[in-house]
């Protein structure tokens, strides 16, 4: 009765470890497969380039205030009352660079929160 417990013993765990070869781990096979459709995916479905772009608009000094600029125009579309040498020098230096943005209303919230 003994060696029937070794010898099945034995014969399980020499399965186990030849099917933990044999089979690639289950993480590795589902990225695979992940990888996989998100490519077929990918491959199958075209994304049309739109034909509009979205405005950029632009934060910084102008003339010595903070001023707001539409890529596409030269001059400011806003001019604030807020002098740049009343900002911190990190604020200045950015302003300096220019802030951009595509969306609206985060040129409001920049607006607001250089000139407030």
Request: no cysteine.
């Given at each position: 009765m003994k060696n029937l417990i070794i010898i099945t013993g034995s014969i399980l765990f020499i399965y186990i470890l030849l099917t933990s070869y044999a089979l690639p781990p289950k993480a590795e096979a589902e990225e695979h497969t992940e990888q996989a459709s998100i490519t077929e995916l990918s491959e199958s479905v075209s994304?049309?380039?739109?034909?509009?772009?979205a405005p950029v608009y632009v934060l910084k000094e102008y003339e010595g205030k903070v001023a707001?600029?539409?890529?596409?125009?030269?001059k400011p579309v806003y001019?604030?009352?807020t002098n740049v040498s009343e900002l911190p020098q990190a604020d200045r230096n950015l302003l300096k660079k220019g802030i951009t943005t595509t969306d609206q209303k985060e040129l409001k919230r920049l607006i607001e929160d250089y000139c407030s």
């Open positions: 994304i049309p380039e739109p034909s509009v772009t707001a600029f539409n890529s596409e125009q030269s001019i604030s009352d």
